[in-house]
């Protein structure tokens, strides 16, 4: 599909002075569907908008739903915003061979890229596993995006710190657990009570009904909360010493997170490629872009829509 080569003009409004409802009043908005053929998968997609592409990857446990406040936003900005469902996450497809490494999600991501029409000009968002995925593709395809946004997941050369603190490892129980062969009953039992209480944990004080009614309308099939749970069973294929990002990028984490503290964040912006920014983002957890949609949305468009990023770390003041 073809899609306008033309730069997004910079932003010029004052996002400071949008009412606090102005992002919920936006996802009103609805996204079209559609599905593509990607990289040997079937994926299922919302998109708003027309112009260069701005690819939004979920993580877990959550759905490209997840994106309904940032879709509008990019779209007014002049992008194609467009938020697949993961690979194995309901109504796209299951691996065909069972493959859910970080390898195959990122190449998910550059097919993603081509099928799509994507150019030199498009960005790539991701949160949680999309960060991850987000790193990973951007350097197996660098010329493929012009700038990087992630969140509440650091670059993966902060891991050694990460496994080497005692009260981050209890954070991370869950992902020694999602390797254990009992992983998929508990997870299922009770309308995936598990899930909602990850959620509770992550994101203290987050009303996430509406999302956890999408992750369970996505897992509901005991092949797809498999697929899910692969995601933490596949071994990183990555090798050797981990290798910075060449695009200058946008790292946002919740002051509140209940996944990775953000003490173990401090010094991310090293391991970023040049020009890049960390904002840290008071009164909000693991799923900040739903938690403080405004501000994330701000620093966001602010960000893709500028020509000339400054390396720096910003600390939210909260309001």
């Known amino acids: 599909m073809s899609m306008s080569s033309a730069k997004p003009k910079r932003e010029t409004q004052s996002f400071a002075s949008v009412a606090p409802t102005s992002a919920q009043s936006r996802s009103s908005k609805s996204p079209r569907q559609g599905r593509v053929q990607a990289n040997g998968i079937e994926f299922a997609f919302l998109e708003l908008g027309t112009g260069p592409l701005a690819l939004c990857l979920h993580g877990f446990?959550?759905?490209?739903?997840?994106?309904?406040?940032?879709?509008?936003?990019?779209?007014?900005?002049?992008?194609?915003?467009?938020?697949?469902?993961?690979?194995?996450?309901?109504?796209?497809?299951?691996?065909?061979?069972?493959?859910?490494g970080l390898n195959d999600l990122a190449g998910d991501a550059v097919a993603l890229h081509e099928t799509l029409g994507g150019d030199e000009q498009a960005v790539l968002i991701g949160h949680d596993w999309g960060a991850e995925t987000t790193y990973e593709a951007a350097l197996l395809a660098p010329t493929r995006w012009s700038t990087l946004v992630t969140l509440a997941v650091p670059p993966a050369a902060l891991d050694d710190h990460l496994f080497?603190?005692?009260?981050?490892?209890?954070?991370?129980?869950?992902?020694?657990f999602f390797r254990t062969e009992t992983a998929e009953v508990v997870v299922s039992k009770d309308e995936m009570l598990f899930l909602e209480r990850l959620w509770s944990d992550w994101s203290p004080g987050y009303d996430a009904t509406e999302d956890l009614a999408s992750v369970r309308e996505s897992l509901t099939e005991r092949d797809h909360l498999a697929a899910a749970l692969a995601y933490y069973r596949s071994e990183s294929e990555q090798q050797g010493p981990y290798l910075t990002v060449p695009q200058p990028t946008l790292y946002l984490h919740g002051a509140r997170d209940g996944c990775i503290d953000v003490a173990h964040v401090s010094g991310c912006e090293t391991y970023l490629g040049a020009g890049s920014r960390v904002v840290l983002v008071q009164e909000a957890g693991h799923f900040l872009h739903l938690e403080r949609p405004d501000f994330v949305n701000e620093h966001v468009i602010n960000w893709v829509t500028s020509a000339t990023p400054i390396s720096s770390t910003v600390l939210d003041p909260g309001d």
């Open 61 to 100: 446990p959550d759905t490209a739903r997840t994106w309904r406040y940032l879709l509008p936003e990019l779209a007014e900005a002049g992008y194609r915003a467009v938020a697949p469902f993961m690979r194995g996450y309901a109504p796209s497809g299951l691996s065909k061979d069972r493959s859910y």
């Open 164 to 176: 080497a603190d005692y009260d981050q490892l209890k954070r991370f129980f869950y992902l020694f």
